[in-house]
């Protein structure tokens, strides 16, 4: 069974307060759906918006067997139609997000059998005692190259839990730096989100998806009409 991996963006662009609004409104709708379709989620960012519960961008990364087709429902332009709920007497009513892939990045599993330990003696404070010892430990990612020492206590066993915890932190700053460079060149492009066609529709405070009449309804009841002027 093929596995794919994508990293998308839900982002306010320039909107005002409204836009991070219905950032933070349709990540929950999006989330809701990954979950029949078997797609598991890491949120590997999030910048919150200026008001309490608003979201100015999250970056979320996919995994599983649906998630092109899954995608192709949601990349593009969102519109939501409502009422501001920070501006009670503003006119406008359509406001919109986009969501985006990021291409050309993938984010590393940390696993720690990509970790290599070496003891090492322990330096600095604590004199000739200390060094008697091998008790550091340090700490090496093999396919990144980044690696901590750590000499926090005299075990040797304590020392590397606690260089497996700061690797890990290490290695997920690293990829957060890597990914917000990503963002930023994606971002230029997408700065001015696209007004014309969304992709999907929300309406109203609890942000029901807007329903498409169904085409051959309207036709048939069209059919119905004529048959009566007919007879």
Known sequence: MKTNKKIIQITAGRGPNECTYVVAKVLKVFLKELAPELIEYTIVNTISGMENGTIQSVTIQLQGENV???LKTWLGTILWIGQSMFRKNHKRKNWFI????ITNTILLE????????QAMRSSGAGGQHVNKVSSAVRATH???GISVTVMDTRSQHQNKKIAITRLKERLYSYQLEKLSKDVKNEWQNHLNIQRGNPVRIFKGSNFK????????KKQRNALKNDLRKEF
Do not use: P, S, W, Y
């Open 110 to 117: 940390v696993n720690e059998k990509d970790f290599k330990f």
């Open 68 to 70: 092109e087709q899954f």
């Open 209 to 216: 998806k807007d329903k498409k009449v169904k085409t051959f």
């Open 98 to 101: 986009a969501i985006f892939e």
């Open 142 to 144: 093999l396919l990144t």
